[in-house]
């Protein structure tokens, strides 16, 4: 008996071992193959209307020197950013800003808004569900009241031209957040943005959001930015797949439930390695390549898509700025 117990166990770690090696084996075909039998090429979808998300140093007070803010804002002309989300940081449990910094941040507006003036610089609040970080629960009326709050004093005070607001990691179906734009909406004044960071359109939900429910958040902000990465997906042609499917899903959802909301799709160029992000299959080229085929998709409403973003500036190499340039910003021959 022992013996057949050890030999089916065996049985089955080398189907296990089989099985891995062939999908090792299939990763390893197609990180191969996929980009020589899809060749980049420049999209000509530019509008100018692009975005960047930009490390919290600049809230913070971290960049003093003349040369750091030159460099960033040259880089927010060149680069035809319309929308430059700087991060705010983070919110405590309360809903409060973990951090507030009044001449920092107006710093950074007048600086945008008198030398980068086709910028404008979007407020990006961070706010944690987790509940062992101490998470923000939306269901609270107190709490959405703090949110808002600090949305007013973010853009009546600082002088930021709307907020983005980044609630990781919003479940599909979410009635808080749906409340928080609801009242958020209502406080800001009309031409203040509202931005909602967003997980990916998925399969059959998984870890992203449903048509519907993009429709019900569409109806309620001016602005979808979908964060294109964090996939767990590891072949190429996969991830490639799944960004183009953003871009016919979420446009889609977006311009039924509210033409005055328009979509940024947001690509990766970090290189960081963790369980959802393989950065070679999530690497910016292959992003481009799963964007270019959803704009070319007929179901895909084209004027919808205002522009890409990406994630972002501190990991963004000049490599990375030269295949934005050459495949995004210009047009096709």
């Known amino acids: 008996m022992k013996t057949k117990k050890l030999s089916s166990a065996i049985k089955a770690a080398l189907t296990f071992l089989i099985s891995l090696g062939i999908l090792f084996g299939a990763y390893l075909y197609d990180c191969s193959i996929y980009e020589k039998q899809n060749p980049l ?29 030159d460099d960033m804002l040259e880089r927010l002309r060149v680069n035809q950013i319309k929308y430059a989300y700087f991060h705010v940081l983070t919110t405590v449990s309360d809903g409060t800003l973990k951090l507030h910094k009044l001449e920092n941040a107006q710093k950074i507006t007048k600086a945008v808004h008198t030398r980068a003036p086709n910028t404008k610089a979007i407020a990006w609040v961070y706010i944690g569900s987790a509940p062992q970080n101490g998470g923000v629960n939306l269901m609270k009326p107190e709490t959405r009241a703090n949110l808002v709050k600090e949305a007013l004093w973010l853009v009546n005070e600082c002088g930021f031209d709307g907020v983005q607001l980044d609630y990781e990691f919003c479940f599909n179906g979410d009635k808080g957040l749906l409340s928080l734009l609801d009242e958020t909406r209502a406080a800001l004044k009309p031409g203040q943005l509202l931005s909602v960071d967003t997980p990916m359109w998925y399969p059959f939900i998984l870890w992203g959001w449903s048509d519907d429910y993009f429709k019900e958040v569409a109806k309620r902000c001016d602005q979808i930015c979908v964060m294109g990465y964090d996939s767990y997906l590891y072949w190429p042609r996969a991830y490639a797949w799944l960004v183009a499917q953003q871009v016919v899903h979420v446009s889609t959802a977006a311009d039924a439930a509210n033409k005055n909301c328009k979509v940024i799709i947001g690509l990766p160029s970090y290189e960081d390695v963790t369980l959802a992000h393989h950065h070679k299959t999530e690497s910016l080229a292959n992003s481009l390549r799963g964007l270019n085929d959803g704009l070319a998709d007929k179901g895909t409403v084209r004027s919808n898509i205002e522009g890409i973003a990406l994630f972002a500036d501190y990991t963004t190499d000049e490599a990375e700025w030269k295949l934005y340039s050459d495949y995004w910003l210009k047009c096709c021959k």
Request: net charge positive; hydrophobic share 30%.
């Open 41 to 69: 090429k420049p999209s000509g979808a530019n509008s100018g209307a692009n975005g960047l998300w930009l490390r919290y140093y600049w809230y913070a007070g971290k960049h003093n020197t003349a040369k750091e803010w």
